[in-house]
């Protein structure tokens, strides 16, 4: 049995000139029990308004989705008594203490703190030694295992983090999906929103979502599988120039940046040698040139060039 079914959801905003916005584009998918779920995009791709319709915070225009078996705007209040949400801001109350914070939402579920303390023992660890500092006091990484806490306090079966890792350092980060791959032992199902591409290849499945339509959805590796054309990488001392000159390659399909290097998807007739035989023309005598592997950002930047 799915844990978390989407059917064929729209939402659309209207802008200040009176222009209907579609966040959500005939959004459907199921995410399985136990699953660790990601769903990938831009911002703008509609990745909150998703969540918040899935956590009965929103309305959808038309369509239906489940969580645990129950409609999402039938059956609000059973919903929120099984989920589980971090949203994207931080929204625990800046005044109150990490202690009193917790124990304000475990009270509201009519739980307390040591009867699922087993849950959060080791997030709460990590910030128990600041637990009478304000939340507001706290750092980047502490607010993030803070409001993880208060989302975990009451046990739940589904757990919705909005983009939890934006805005944090890249330690905070990786121990924050060790968390995550902890929490999954617990057998709770988890729905993580993110616009860091390599955060995708630590999710059981992906959604790559993109101007609120999703442009896939599959494993990590079976995406990456799927990026059938020839890539390379390629970098030199004056990288500006020398993405202006790749876009004129007549033998690149597209090229973009991509850390140090720039990436090149090669058109099937086209060989490494013709490349490195018009970069080296082109006057780039210290470039270097080599295949690359496509990951998941080289194969959602193909698949919204597709759409």
């Not at 916005?21 to 199921?30: D, P, R, V, W």
């Not at 589980?84 to 307390?112: C, H, R, W």
């Not at 599988?225 to 004129?248: E, G, N, P």
């Amino acid at each position: 049995m799915s844990s978390v079914v989407v059917n064929n959801i729209v939402k659309t905003y209207a802008s200040e000139k009176k222009e209907v916005i579609k966040a959500l584009n005939n959004i459907s998918f199921e995410v399985n029990k136990g699953e660790l779920f990601g769903v990938i995009g831009p911002d703008g791709a509609g990745k909150t308004s998703l969540f918040r319709i899935l956590t009965t915070l929103l309305i959808a225009d038309s369509g239906t989705a489940t969580v645990e078996g129950f409609d999402t705007v039938k059956d609000y209040k059973q919903i929120r008594k099984q989920v589980g949400y971090m949203p994207g801001k931080f929204s625990l109350y800046q005044d109150l203490s990490v202690e009193e914070n917790l124990e304000f939402f475990a009270t509201i579920f009519n739980t307390s703190i040591k009867e699922n303390y087993d849950l959060i023992k080791d997030i709460y660890v990590q910030i128990e030694p600041f637990k009478k500092r304000r939340a507001g006091k706290l750092s980047g990484g502490m607010k993030q295992k803070l409001a993880l806490c208060c989302a975990l306090i009451h046990r739940p079966i589904v757990l919705f983090l909005d983009e939890p890792t934006t805005g944090v350092d890249a330690v905070s980060r990786k121990e924050f999906w060790e968390m995550l791959k902890q929490l999954k032992k617990q057998g709770i199902t988890m729905l993580v929103s993110t616009p860091y591409m390599d955060e995708a290849s630590l999710c059981d499945r992906v959604a790559l979502l993109q101007n609120g339509s999703v442009l896939s959805i599959d494993t990590p590796e079976n995406i990456t599988k799927q990026f059938a054309k020839q890539l390379i990488a390629v970098k030199t001392s004056d990288m500006y120039r020398l993405l202006q000159a790749l876009r004129d390659c007549e033998a690149i399909e597209n090229v973009y940046p991509f850390g140090e290097y720039h990436h090149a998807v090669l058109k099937k007739e086209a060989l490494l040698n013709e490349v490195e035989n018009y970069v080296s023309a082109k006057g780039f005598k210290d470039a270097e040139l080599k295949p690359a592997t496509a990951n998941i950002e080289d194969c959602f930047i193909e698949l919204m060039r597709n759409q």
